[in-house]
């Protein structure tokens, strides 16, 4: 798939099909997300990818959010310690920064694999670090479903139009 269709297609999907994604489909996602650009290639992200049952059940329980919303055979959570990025001239951390744009590649790529995915920001992170036994330096930025949406083909979200956000040489 051409980037600019996958990023065309690219929607989050709050049902799934029970069927794994496969292996090398995973794999694939997870190599983009490695190549993903960080601050002085530090390179501090981690992810944890959640296949069995048990534990499936375990991440969307601590997600806590509405409980029709996402059945999915597995889940990729995303961690990074504040500690494993820079910080930029105004005193501020740049972790948060590093791992948008690792998980969104992650995002992207699977989204180019024909699988779905939702980023899920909003969870309860005592209790997903509790689960999946993250250590404490670590902080849960970002979790998602993957799979095989159920509602493949649907109304792509609004947005703002370019000439509300593009700004040509001043504010
Ligand atoms: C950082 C971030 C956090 C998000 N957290 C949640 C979430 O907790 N629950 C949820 O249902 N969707 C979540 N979303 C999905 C957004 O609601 C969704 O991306 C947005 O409405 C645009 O829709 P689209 O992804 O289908 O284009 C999140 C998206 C991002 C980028």
């Known amino acids: 798939m051409d980037f ?10 709050r049902t799934y099909q029970p069927e794994m994604p496969e292996k090398e489909k995973i ?14 290639n530090l390179q501090g992200v981690h992810y944890i990818v959640v296949q069995a ?24 959570v995303g961690v990074i310690s504040p500690n494993g990025s820079g910080t930029n001239k105004s005193g501020e951390k740049y972790y948060a920064v590093d791992f948008g744009i690792c998980f969104e590649h992650l995002i992207l790529a699977a989204a180019a694999e024909g699988l779905a995915t939702c980023w899920i920001g909003y969870f309860n992170e005592e209790k997903v670090k509790k689960v999946l036994n993250i250590p404490k330096k670590y902080k849960v930025m970002g979790i998602t479903p993957l799979g095989y949406p159920i509602k493949p083909k649907g109304q792509v979200k609004e947005r703002k139009s370019i000439e ?6 001043q504010f």
């Open 4 to 13: 600019y269709e996958v990023v065309r297609n690219r929607r989050s999907f």
């Open 27 to 40: 794999e694939r996602i997870l190599e983009a997300a490695r190549l993903a650009p960080t601050w002085a």
């Open 53 to 76: 049952p048990e534990n499936v059940k375990a991440v969307w329980n601590a997600i806590e959010q509405d409980p029709k919303f996402i059945e999915t055979p597995m889940f990729i």
């Open 164 to 169: 509300k956000i593009v700004h040509y040489e």
